[in-house]
């Protein structure tokens, strides 16, 4: 969802996004109040449209730098971020050990990965390396794939386990984050890989 990207698929979220350009920064903060306090307690797929309208208005009100003004006041469950001021919003990648969780804000790391609690850290760490070796085979170079004979058979494979994995992320480990953050999202793609949301089930 670059803004300089002219993909048809960034120019779509970028036509989808005037409706919040339209609005002035109080109706933008007050939106973006509402929108949060639906999505309290909640694990969400970075897929679901709620989401999807919430990035949208939440990259305006980053740009606008609308949390700053302090318009409005938080939900009574969300602590200001760190890392832009917004309310904390995290957002849980495949990338988890390398760049912690991620402020579905500003994209900068909202939590650095030594900083998540040591119960949740410990089960999204070993799920990380997991996630790693299976998203490895989509960047496996012409030496790699000879070597494991059918590559074809083996990112079939490895697509499987991605959406396992996922799907483990979102329906086990994502909710565990819940008692430390008001909501979370976790990420149910990979692009590499060919997993679409919908492969992605419980």
């Given at each position: ?26 109706t ?11 999505l ?6 970075f ?6 309208s ?20 938080f ?28 402020c ?8 650095p ?25 989509a ?8 070597a ?55």
């Amino acid at each position: 969802m670059a803004a300089s990207s002219n993909a048809p698929l960034d120019l779509l979220w970028k036509e989808y996004s005037f409706v919040f350009a339209e609005f002035d920064d109080l109706t933008l903060a007050r939106w973006s109040v509402q929108t949060l306090g639906q999505l309290t307690g909640k694990a969400w797929r970075f897929s679901h449209p709620l989401v999807g309208s919430y990035r949208l208005a939440a990259q305006l009100a980053h740009d606008r730098q609308v949390w700053l003004k302090r318009l409005v006041q938080f939900p009574p469950d969300y602590v200001e971020a760190p890392c832009c001021r917004a309310p904390m919003l995290p957002l849980l990648t495949r990338d988890v050990r390398p760049e912690g969780l991620i402020c579905l804000h500003c994209n900068a790391t909202l939590v650095p990965f030594e900083e998540i609690p040591a119960a949740p850290r410990r089960a999204l760490g070993n799920w990380a390396d997991q996630y790693a070796s299976v998203h490895a085979v989509a960047h496996m170079d012409d030496r790699q794939r000879k070597a494991v004979g059918d590559y074809d058979r083996a990112y079939e494979i490895a697509a499987g386990d991605a959406e396992r994995l996922l799907a483990q992320a979102g329906w086990k480990l994502a909710p565990e984050l819940l008692e430390f953050y008001a909501a979370v999202i976790w990420e149910d793609q990979d692009e590499c890989l060919e997993v679409r949301p919908e492969d992605v089930r419980r």
